[in-house]
């Protein structure tokens, strides 16, 4: 991955392959952010109306790179918009940064090092900055050749100037955006990897490896475990086929831990529909189905290497999706790992019930909260479109502490009731429930299906993270297009706020 470092030389004295300065949207114009006034007194106090003249206007996602001046050892100053200036500090101007750094590096791929010189005073800002441009800098080439005469290395190193390498808190805003972003970048690895590499066994094995690494208790169940066990979901998604589900539970505990969370993750590594067959122009992106047990896999890694006084426990429940002729078919009954009797009356609403099966599971170990990470269904992509994810939950007062938590950490959620009247639709003739209801509020049909499985008195969120999963269009911000990672970030903030004190 691109390494971090603080500097606290001057933007114009440091040697690197590009210099980045920050430019706000004004009303007269573009104005350039703290952070870039060695570069400015370069271009004789004119650098913003150089830029002006260039086009630059300061807006977000913008980018803008001319010649240095004499008094600037870098070649090159590359001028990244910030957008206009929130005003009150905060997450808004956290996420400005994220983005505009993720900008720069984006732009600067191919370079050995560059100096950002955009607002770092603050240890909010330098984490803000540091995680932007390492997420921004990330790339997925383990499938291309390297004779392709447009591949670029990633930008090799971020020198964040403005910061304070000596100081205890700048050094820890640094460690936690080289962590988070790390784990990040893996469950965007994890989610760009194509289904005939990434299986449930393949990914179980991948989850052990990682456990011995960073001193994880990992624990896989195989298909003979599973079916032993009960496990009514898992068995029946994945008996079509040939790759057998796997049940993984990865725990990290603190000795100075007071809160247990478990974190589980739905992981379809390849999701055909089984026999209610997906459509065509539906399966092509269908590797991205296991995009919240990567979630979940990076989150329990970056809790581990930040060593947060939290117990965390991450379970990934792995099945591929596939029409075999041992796959389950609509009408069929499975038994629950809860006991509960499910009728399938869509196989294509497979993921709730891998997730029923391990949420039932990860309830017996009574954690003080299950949150639960999917890509779960169509209907929230239509409800809240590509670059938000919903939550529901149990609990009024937790649902607004994720969505908080998720909005502090620069990413986009909304907070979505779980009415009991849609209860009753997913009712069943035959079995204790059905895997499907009415289709209007079909997202949150699939919450409340999910919550049948809680254990009593548990705290309990769902996050479906369809939309904002897996990125389709051309790359934007610190968002690559393919896996983007999303609700690692929120994850890991749960898990601080829990070890702070501040979750409950």
């Known amino acids: 991955m691109t390494a971090l470092t603080l500097s606290a030389s001057s933007a114009a004295a440091l040697r690197a392959d590009a210099v980045v300065v920050g430019v706000t949207k004004g009303p007269k114009g573009p104005r350039l952010a703290p952070g870039a006034d060695a570069v400015d007194d370069a271009f ?7 830029l002006e003249t260039l086009g630059a206007s300061g807006a977000e996602g913008e980018s803008t790179k001319l010649p240095a001046p004499d008094g600037v050892k870098a070649p090159v100053v590359l001028a990244v918009g910030l957008g206009e200036p929130a005003g009150n500090g905060g997450a808004n101007d956290a996420e400005a940064l994220r983005k505009a750094a993720g900008v720069a590096a984006r732009a600067l791929a191919g370079a050995k090092k560059a100096a950002f010189a955009l607002p770092a005073a603050t240890p909010v800002e330098v984490e803000a900055v540091a995680t932007g441009a390492l997420l921004g800098a990330y790339s997925f080439t383990a499938y291309r050749s390297d004779t392709r005469k447009d591949a670029r290395l990633p930008l090799g190193e971020v020198a964040v100037l403005g910061a304070k390498p000596r100081d205890k808190e700048h050094k820890a805003a640094a460690a936690r955006a080289v962590a988070v972003a790390a784990e990040v970048n893996r469950a965007r690895d994890l989610i760009n990897t194509p289904p005939n590499d990434l299986t449930p066994t393949a990914f179980a094995a991948l989850a052990q490896q990682a456990g011995k690494e960073h001193g994880l208790k990992v624990e896989v ?5 599973l079916a032993k066990g009960g496990y009514g979901g898992l068995i029946g998604v994945g008996r079509g086929s040939a790759t057998p589900p796997r049940l993984v539970k990865v725990a990290y505990t603190h000795p100075d831990a007071t809160v247990s969370l478990a974190f589980v993750g739905k992981g ?3 999701d055909s529909g089984g026999i209610s067959l997906k459509p065509p122009g539906h399966n092509e992106t269908m590797k991205c189905d296991m995009s919240g047990a990567a979630a979940v896999f990076g989150a329990v890694l970056a809790t581990a290497k930040l060593g947060l006084a939290v117990n965390v426990t991450g379970w990934l429940a792995l099945a591929e999706n596939m029409p075999g002729g041992n796959a389950t078919r609509p009408g069929d009954v499975l038994k629950m790992y809860s ?6 009356l869509n196989t294509d609403a497979e993921g709730r019930l891998v997730l029923a099966d391990a949420i039932a599971r990860a309830s017996e170990e009574s954690p003080d909260a299950i949150v639960d990470v999917a890509t779960l269904t169509g209907a929230m992509v239509l ?12 609990d009024d007062d937790f649902r607004s502490t994720v969505h908080s938590v998720a909005l502090a950490e620069g990413e986009d959620s909304w907070p979505l009731p779980l009415p009991q009247q849609l209860r009753k639709t997913f009712d069943s003739p035959v079995a204790d429930i059905a895997n499907m209801g009415v289709r209007p509020g079909g997202g949150l049909i ?9 254990g009593e008195g548990i705290t309990w969120a769902h996050l479906d993270i369809a939309g904002p999963a897996f990125h389709e269009g051309a790359p934007f911000g610190y968002t690559p297009k393919g896996g983007t990672g999303s609700a690692v970030r929120t994850l890991v903030g749960l898990a601080r706020t829990a070890a702070e004190g501040d979750l409950f």
């Open 44 to 50: 004789g106090g004119k650098l913003a109306a150089v």
């Open 221 to 225: 169940l195989d298909e003979k475990a």
């Open 268 to 270: 379809i590594t390849y």
């Open 339 to 344: 006991g509960k009797t499910v009728e399938v």
């Open 383 to 394: 409800a809240l479109g590509d670059g938000r994810f919903g939550i529901m939950a149990n």
């Open 446 to 454: 699939a919450g409340l299906f999910l919550r049948e499985f809680v």
